[in-house]
T-cell receptor
Framework: DAGVIQSPRHEVTEMGQEVTLRCKPISGHNSLFWYRQTMMRGLELLIYFNNNVPIDDSGMPEDRFSAKMPNASFSTLKIQPSEPRDSAVYFC????????????FGPGTRLTVL | KQEVTQIPAALSVPEGENLVLNCSFT??????LQWFRQDPGKGLTSLLL?????REQTSGRLNASLDKSSGRSTLYIAASQPGDSATYLC??????????FGKGTRLHILP
């Protein structure tokens, strides 16, 4: 298996633009997690899905952030409009099947908002 | 290549006891070290973040220390409670922006 796939690997955009980050979890995994990594706050959980259903989005910073998982093999994290303080590395991770909790992380997307 | 090791892999202690979880890392050139709690089926919950310039952080009954020279971090839990039962992970953020996790310590607090 190719592991968790994220795209793009790097994204540079201007303030106010819409940004969409993509994730393909490992086939057969039923849980998907979005995290944000910054120097000041470390790794923070934004939202996670189980069987394509959002379970806990309490970590989503504000309404500008939204995440979807239309099927078991694809998820998106959208920021609209983007702001400079959104600059960070965004990680996607997947785990499963149920009972095996090891999370496998993707390589991350480095987002820079100018 | 950074390696993060957590000892013990599992721990059971009676309620009310203080306990220490250990984390060691091989490359001291880290940006920070972070402790997480993982509950079954849920995302990682950040407990404490120690920047490379810091030696410890405290939050409630939790205290984490960092000694870069020896490549060690400890998580101290005071007056343990059954609700503390979970898997605890430490992770080092390397200078190349890679996060390296330990395999975790499964903690069980006995009522």
């Amino acid at each position: 298996d190719a592991g968790v796939i994220q795209s793009p690997r790097h994204e540079v955009t201007e303030m106010g633009q819409e940004v969409t980050l993509r994730c393909k979890p490992i086939s057969g995994h039923n849980s998907l997690f979005w995290y944000r990594q910054t120097m000041m706050r470390g790794l923070e959980l934004l939202i996670y899905f189980n069987n394509n259903v959002p379970i806990d989005d309490s970590g989503m910073p504000e309404d500008r952030f939204s995440a979807k998982m239309p099927n078991a093999s694809f998820s998106t994290l959208k920021i609209q409009p983007s702001e400079p303080r959104d600059s960070a590395v965004y990680f996607c991770a997947s785990s499963g099947p149920e009972g095996t909790d090891t999370q496998y992380f993707g390589p991350g997307t480095r987002l820079t908002v100018l | 290549k950074q390696e993060v090791t957590q000892i013990p892999a599992a721990l059971s202690v009676p309620e009310g006891e203080n306990l220490v979880l250990n984390c060691s890392f091989t490359d001291s050139a880290i940006y920070n070290l972070q402790w997480f709690r993982q509950d079954p089926g849920k995302g990682l919950t950040s407990l404490l973040l120690i920047q490379s310039s810091q030696r410890e952080q405290t939050s409630g009954r939790l205290n984490a220390s960092l000694d870069k020279s020896s490549g060690r971090s400890t998580l101290y839990i005071a007056a343990s409670q059954p609700g503390d039962s979970a898997t605890y992970l430490c992770a080092a953020l390397n200078r190349d922006d890679k996060i390296i996790f330990g395999k975790g310590t499964r903690l069980h607090i006995l009522p």
